[in-house]
């Protein structure tokens, strides 16, 4: 893994209009389950599930990785896709703010990212 996949999604995310995109590094955590979240909202369903599915899309084209596992898609108020040392939290607005998730790592060295100029 490299930080180049990190912002594969990270500019996946701001493609669609991800709100607040921030990256966790866990990797200093003893007990985090992976080495990196990254996490955005979106104000509907719809745009939840627009950036997830451009995060697959992206990771596949730019990296060749699919994801492991997903969760959420049934409703997209809070999307997981799985990649084993990444994990991506995509969460409807009002979610994000509900479980605070970065709150729960806030240990971690944390990125946060915006338009980039560089596209």
């Known amino acids: ?26 990797r200093a955590i003893g007990t985090a389950i992976s080495d990196y979240f990254i996490v955005c909202n979106a104000d509907s369903t719809t745009n939840v599930n627009a950036i997830a599915d451009n995060v697959e899309d992206r990771m596949i084209e730019k990296c060749g990785r699919k994801v492991l596992r997903s969760q959420g898609k049934e409703n997209s108020f809070w999307i997981i896709l799985d990649y084993g040392d990444i994990v991506v939290h995509i969460f409807q607005t009002e979610y994000r703010e509900f479980y605070r998730l970065e709150s729960l790592w806030a240990d971690a060295a944390r990125t946060e990212y915006s338009d980039a100029e560089d596209k």
Do not use: P, Q, T
């Open 1 to 26: 893994m490299d930080n180049n996949e990190i912002k594969v999604i990270a500019d996946a995310m701001l493609e669609k209009k991800g709100i607040d995109v921030v990256s966790l590094d866990l």
